[in-house]
């Protein structure tokens, strides 16, 4: 079997691969840094050459010896850019193809009143012109700007001042200890590559660089260096702390505690813990995050404006293809009926969803929008990743344009459906035609950068694994940090109905439980996590409420994905909050904001 | 809470213990006791049986408040009672994959002669001889004693030499006549229903026991039945030396009540929180019975998922077709294949045992690498966690007002 490597194309980073590169028993893959992590973290490498924030991030990645990328001075290459002096910059902007130079960089400026915005490198760097802006710009766009700003902030110096030691940007890391027959390839190839420093530089500055800014040495004091930086922003809550392997105790109580877990420890939790320590951990979180006692819910509608849709996910029994019999379009005439039902009920908003229909274009959503707002006043949870993303490929536009003409018309909020499972082994499985896990991801982030909020999701239980579930909550949880747009996080097992073309998994109720429980101890930086009772009922929903939920979801007047897969519950708000109650809350009705409508009864 | 210690120390707890542990907020704390107290005695061991129910005659002369199924007379509308021959006939269409056990209750039927109940069993006794009847609850072993002129045990040993092997816990709904009397007062008083017991016992039967809670009764009047039910195993059971006595109760299988369709048809049902905390008392109070059923009829498979881990080792069985909570208005399927109940016991993280009706193994399922059963998991941090934690006085309020809900709604004059 050849070796899967993965590594970073970046200049800096050349030294290192440059030598694998021909060579017939290794399979090298070049890509950004988050990619390589990502492809380290879902094993579709065996060695990759990751920024070691995604390394602390995975918890058990081994720490290869051969070879780092470091600085141990000014590194050039990973530098805040800014029109003013670094003490007046109010707003940064994140390049986010590195966690590592983020990571950094929030732990050198962590005192500052900064607002962080991530983005990607040409955006960065336009920002970075703005006034009071400054831009984080890693690599080669790092170095071809050199000079072109009016301040220069070297991250890499500034650590070297603060702490003396050299910091480490990237090393070779693996899930499993390798064989020493490939840790020696590696290290020749690293002995090669420094010789072939001057070749691989294409002009004196270039040369320069690789000779003295980056240093390859993975000595003691680069290791110093490296557990330094994992200390700090472990401190910073920006990293899991990396600790030895420690007892299900101490997990658990760090867990309790709020510290970050790593997705190995997730991944330990999810296998290891029993049902009620994963639910006392889960509850203890949600008591911290919300110590009134208090379940929220909301009156809202769920409406489905058409089945048509092109994507046959093979775990869907709602959706008719193109030209069924069966395909329907909701006129203005049943849709206002069930609006007018919802503000009779005193309901604030419609959760609006649909098909991927390609006889709908932009401006009949436009148009359909500002009826709804002038017409009915509701708040807009509208249009998933997925549906966004089919706009945006039927008009030729950007998902940015999209949702900026979108919200115009008055699109409020983004609902997360869709996100399945955000591991794409798992989504080529079961929903072939949907939109990969980026750009789920990325519809999410360009939403946030928008101002708008969504929930996240998850649908587990069809062919993914434990351990993908805690990729996809890792996942969630990075783009939190970036954007913190999300608001709330669901999770539901895979509905199995007979005619569905997935079998069914992992599922049942302890299985829920303990899922939703680790979701409240992954996701430190999502504010609530809701129990999904129109999936699992209401009498576990109400269960759930003592796995770290703290909001019951919405009143349904109907629903129609999930009730195709058999699932039918229907309970009004007396009944949802007579349930909240039974449970030890008081309950409060909210909106899409999860701010209160009404105080705790 | 001292309660933990006590109840890891094998001590016996009180009626106010009792009272305490379903007024504990703490629901994953009670959980993880009666958890430990299920594991220390079963394991992960998870039973469960091919049973079928049948339903012979809904006509009865008792108006039970909570009962949607009972029809006063005979003729009355929607009233029906089986040929003998229509009731066996349900097992001989199940001959194919015969049943270990039938489970027959009725209504209190005044016109049947009691030649009827006894060609009834043997009936089916001629259609599968080893098939195990356990069939009519102490109320019916009473109005037989009643209006045929017998005592309990004429009754019992003429139904025996019929085939009679055991008897259903059904009719206990709640002994204290502060209660008894308002729901169900034209029918066996509870020191009856314990009577009926204590003969089946003391002839060597095993017997099961039941509550219907949820309705008007209070945490008090749970605690008093649980205790009248333990003192009553107590004379079998306890302390005497020499061989064990093979009558007395096998199992405590917790109701819910369910409102549809009956004279409380105002008050709201139990939830899915009161259901796994009186699964869990029930685990802690009843220390010298072997078992504990979650019916999954009563609480819906999915929680009765979940009560294998609050107390319960039991899922009762296939049953086939279930009609007394369907009538109050259960949407739980009537009958749960074999394999759906191994499934859900192994997505417990349990071990799958078919069992026949007195717990003699069948046949022990393999555990299979689910998440909670791939690896041994211990509740290592819930016990320490009831005990050192300040109470919230206000998760304690607002669980009393929720249970007590239904008493504020006063559907009783």
């Known amino acids: 079997m050849n070796l899967r490597v993965a590594a970073v194309g970046y200049l800096n980073a050349r030294p290192l691969w440059h030598a694998l590169a021909n060579r017939e028993d290794v399979e090298l893959s070049l890509a950004a840094p988050s990619e390589i992590a990502r492809m380290l973290a879902e094993d579709e490498c065996d060695v990759a050459l990751i920024p070691v924030a995604a390394a602390a991030a995975l918890g058990d990645a081994v720490l290869i010896d051969a070879g780092c990328i470091s600085s141990r001075g000014p590194v050039r290459s990973v530098v805040v850019y800014s029109e003013c002096p670094l003490e007046e910059i109010e707003e940064l902007a994140l390049d986010l193809s590195s966690r590592t130079s983020v990571t950094l960089a929030r732990v050198l400026l962590k005192d500052r009143p900064l607002r962080f915005r991530g983005m990607q490198p040409d955006e960065a760097l336009a920002f970075a012109r703005g006034p009071k802006r400054g831009a984080v710009v890693i690599g080669d766009p790092a170095l071809e700007h050199e000079g072109k700003f009016a301040h220069t902030f070297d991250l890499a110096t500034a650590w070297r001042e603060r702490t003396g030691l050299p910091f480490v940007f990237a090393a070779w890391y693996a899930r499993k200890p390798l064989e020493p027959r490939h840790v020696d390839l590696l290290q020749n190839a690293r002995n090669i590559g420094l010789k072939s420093r001057d070749s691989i530089a294409k002009n004196e500055s270039e040369r320069r660089y690789l000779h003295e800014s980056i240093r390859y040495d993975l000595d003691d004091e680069a290791r110093e260096g490296l557990a330094r930086f994992f200390v700090e922003a472990a401190r910073a809550s920006l990293l899991p702390p990396v600790s030895p392997k420690t007892s299900l105790d101490t997990l658990l109580q760090r867990a309790a505690d709020g510290e970050r877990l790593s997705i190995a420890e997730g991944e330990r939790l999810l296998g290891e813990a029993s049902l009620f ?193 805690v990729l996809h909550l890792a996942k969630i949880r990075e783009l939190q940090d970036e954007t913190r747009g999300f608001t709330a996080f669901f999770c539901w097992d895979f509905q199995h109905e007979t005619g569905v073309r997935v079998d069914a998994g992992d599922g049942g109720t302890n299985i829920y439980l303990r899922t939703q429980a680790l979701a409240r101890l992954m996701l430190d930086n999502v504010d609530h996590v809701g129990a999904s009772w129109v999936t699992q009922g209401p009498d576990v929903g109400q269960v759930a409420l003592r796995f770290g939920a703290d909001d019951f979801g919405s009143v349904m007047f109907e629903e129609n994905v999930v009730s195709s897969a058999g699932t039918t519950y229907c309970i009004d708000a007396a009944e949802i909050e007579r349930r909240i109650r039974a449970s030890g809350f008081r309950s409060v009705r909210r909106n899409v904001k999860y701010e209160w409508l009404t105080p705790p009864s | ?231 009553l195993q107590d004379e079998v059971c306890n302390g005497a030396p020499g061989p064990r006595v093979p009558g007395g109760f096998q199992a405590f299988i917790p109701l819910a009540f369910h409102p549809d369709g009956n004279g409380m048809k105002n008050l709201p049902a139990p939830t899915a929180i009161d259901d796994l905390r009186t699964i869990a008392v029930s685990r802690l109070i009843l220390d010298n019975v072997d078992h504990i059923k979650a019916y999954w009829v009563s609480s819906g498979a999915d929680v009765a998922q979940v009560a294998l881990r609050f107390g319960a080792d039991d899922l009762d069985g296939t049953i086939v077709h279930e009609t007394i909570y369907h009538a109050a208005g259960s949407r739980v399927p009537q009958g749960l294949g074999y394999d759906e109940l191994v499934r859900l016991i192994r997505e417990a993280g349990r071990i799958p045992i078919e069992r026949d009706t007195f717990y003699n193994v069948v046949r022990e399922h393999p555990r299979v690498a689910l998440p909670e059963s791939a690896v041994k998991v211990r509740d290592r941090k819930a016990g320490k966690h009831l005990e050192g934690r300040a109470r919230s006085e206000r998760a304690e309020e607002l669980l009393r007002s929720s249970l007590s809900e239904a008493k504020r709604l006063k559907v009783l004059s």
């Open chain 2, 1 to 231: 809470m001292k309660l933990a210690e006590k109840i890891r120390a094998g001590e016996r707890l009180s009626f106010e213990d009792g009272v305490a542990l379903f007024c504990e907020p703490d629901l994953l704390a009670l959980g993880a006791l009666a958890n430990e107290v299920r594991e220390k005695r079963h394991g992960d061991r998870t039973y469960f049986n091919k049973n079928m129910r049948i339903e012979v005659t809904n006509v009865c002369v008792a108006s039970c408040l909570f009962c949607s199924f009972a029809k006063l007379e005979d003729g009355a509308p929607g009233s029906h009672t089986m040929k003998l021959e229509e009731a066996w006939a349900e097992l001989e269409a199940r001959m194919h994959d015969p049943p270990n056990e039938i489970h027959i209750v009725n209504g209190l039927h005044p016109g049947l002669p009691f030649s009827y109940y006894e060609e009834l069993l043997r009936g089916f006794k001629r259609i599968k001889p080893d098939v195990v009847m356990k069939c009519f609850t102490a109320v019916e072993i009473h109005f037989f004693a009643r209006h045929y002129g017998m005592t309990y045990e004429e009754v019992l040993t003429k139904l025996r030499a019929a085939g009679l092997d055991g008897l259903p816990g059904g009719g206990a709904e709640i002994f204290h006549p502060d209660v008894r009397s308002r729901i169900s007062g034209d029918k066996a008083t509870g020191d009856e229903y314990l009577e009926v017991h204590r003969v089946a016992h003391r002839l060597g039967m095993r017997t099961n026991a039941t509550m219907l809670y949820g309705h008007i009764e209070t945490f008090e009047h749970r605690v008093d039945h649980l205790l009248r039910l333990r003192a």
């Open chain 1, 277 to 469: 320590d994963l639910g006392l951990a889960a509850d203890a979180v949600r008591r911290r995050k919300h110590p009134d006692d208090v379940v929220t819910y909301i009156v809202d509608r769920n409406v489905n404006y058409t089945n048509v849709c092109t994507t046959s996910c093979r775990f869907c029994a709602f959706y008719r293809p193109v030209g069924h019999a069966e395909g329907y379009v909701l006129s203005r005439e049943t849709l206002g009926k069930k609006l007018q039902e919802v503000v009779d009920a005193g309901g604030v908003q419609i959760l609006l969803q649909g098909g991927l229909n390609p006889d709908l274009r932009i401006g009949w959503y436009e148009d359909l929008f500002r009826w709804i707002k002038s017409e009915y006043r509701l708040g807009l949870h509208a249009l998933s990743p997925e549906e966004i993303l089919h706009i945006a490929r039927l008009e030729g536009a950007s998902v940015r344009d999209v949702l900026e003409r979108l919200v115009a018309a008055g699109l409020d909020s983004v609902p997360g459906g869709g996100a399945e499972i955000l591991v794409d082994r798992v989504r080529r499985k079961i929903a072939k035609a949907k939109c990969t896990s980026e750009e789920w991801l990325s519809v999410m982030r360009t939403a946030h950068h928008l101002g708008l909020r969504s929930s996240a999701t998850m649908m587990y239980g069809t062919v993914d694994t434990p351990r993908e579930r």
